[in-house]
């Protein structure tokens, strides 16, 4: 049986002297990539030869052979070759959207120190050991700090620590722990539902006895917005380098933290109650970069309707669908329900009458379904009905089979 890999976050609680510990590991690994990458960039430049992850590895143990000699700190070297494998994978990423010929390839940058995350460990007892209580709240020991103490409960219990991140988010830090799961048991419905994902509603469903309901979109950044406005207009006018234009940002960097976390906490809770009743789900298949793209246009022609795109685009994002569908498809599989994506350029959800399947186009302002037919119901509940006969194999005018 294949076994399921899920991440857990605690928030980590140092005290004074581990904090300072925990700050040091920060700036060495920060070094320690941006040295990594400079390496690279001058020896291509002056050798024409591109450095790989194995012989950069190996210069490090010089390195760190050098340090010990001369008293240096040093930091666990598997954690180090975890900061050299990202500087790689940033190397991987740009040949392989070079080679596709996309015109953004994203050319590896200097990780200023405002923008560097934080520093990994690849396996569980080399230089990090967690330890978890089932009642009382678990600590870590970490090489170099310490044991620290951490809060947090996983959703799962009975999972096997893999690899580490630690992460430095706002002041804060935080251990995200990669967990080994042998199995992993949900609770399945029966029925067979359709799904279909908005921005006037969270997401549209129906079941095959014709049910529906709609999940009203929270809307956590708009509700946000005021005070956010507000936030970065101070912002604007701080002085640059000054201890209130500091403030200023931490301030605005928890209150987007507070929205992500706001934002996860509702789709986990949404798609969890969806998969507790259905034994089959059937959405269409998004493509979020090609629905968030710009109207601007190019300098030969301008785009048309600029801001209400920028508009529209905000509030996508704002609902997170790619988040969602993944949320909803591991835990569809972990509870052995049938995930089906719809495709579709092929079926056209919104476009097509669920019950007699006329193809009619309509405008984002049309939220109502009205077809000939004598079919009358939300758009986006008709999507979600179309969604569903395709993946039932009904063709449109036949009543859909039950699901056992």
């Not at 050319?107 to 990994?120: A, L, M, S, V």
């Not at 893999?162 to 029966?190: H, L, P, Q």
């Amino acid at each position: 049986m294949k076994k399921a890999i899920r991440k857990v976050t605690y928030k980590m609680k140092p005290s004074v002297s581990q904090e300072e510990s925990l700050m040091d590991l920060f700036v060495h690994h920060h070094q320690l990539y941006n040295w990594a990458l400079r390496d690279r960039i001058e020896t291509y430049r002056d050798s024409n030869y591109s450095l790989n992850f194995h012989e950069q590895c190996k210069i490090n143990t010089l390195w760190r052979n050098n340090r010990k000699a001369h008293g240096i700190f040093n930091a666990n070297a598997q954690s180090e070759q975890v900061t050299l494998k990202r500087v790689a994978l940033a190397f991987d990423g740009f040949f392989r959207r070079l080679k596709k010929g996309d015109k953004k390839a994203g050319f590896p940058r200097f990780k200023p120190f405002q923008r560097f995350k934080g520093w990994g460990y690849k396996a569980h007892g080399d230089g990090w050991k967690l330890n978890l209580k089932e009642k009382k709240h678990g600590a870590v020991y970490l090489a170099d700090v310490g044991i620290v103490k951490i809060r947090g409960k996983a959703r799962n219990t009975g999972g096997k620590p893999k690899t580490a991140e630690i992460i430095r988010k706002n002041g804060e830090w935080f251990i995200s722990v990669s967990m080994e799961y042998d199995t992993i048991e949900r609770n399945c419905g029966t029925k067979a539902v359709g799904l279909d994902w908005g921005v006037s509603h969270y997401f549209s469903t129906i079941d095959q006895d014709g049910n529906f309901e709609q999940v009203e979109n929270p809307r956590y950044l708009r509700n946000s917005k005021e005070r956010l406005t507000s936030l970065q207009r101070d912002l604007a006018l701080a002085k640059k380098g000054t201890r209130t234009q500091r403030k200023l940002k931490h301030q605005i960097a928890k209150l987007h933290q507070k929205i992500a976390r706001q934002r996860l906490d509702f789709t986990h809770k949404e798609t969890a109650k969806l998969v507790e009743v259905a034994a089959l789900i059937a959405t269409e298949k998004l493509t979020v970069k090609n629905m968030t793209r710009s109207a601007k246009g190019t300098v030969e022609k301008n785009g048309k309707m600029v801001k209400q795109k920028a508009g529209l685009n905000r509030e996508i994002l704002n609902t997170a669908p790619a988040m969602t569908l993944n949320l909803l498809r591991y835990k569809a599989e972990e509870a052995s329900s049938e995930f089906v994506e719809v495709p579709t350029k092929q079926v056209k959800p919104s476009q097509t009458c669920p019950d007699c399947g006329a193809k009619k186009k309509k405008s984002l302002a049309d939220r109502w379904h009205s077809c000939e037919c004598g079919c009358e119901k939300p758009r986006d509940v008709a999507s979600a009905q179309v969604n569903l006969n395709w993946a039932l194999g009904i063709q449109a005018g036949n009543q859909p089979k039950k699901v056992a």
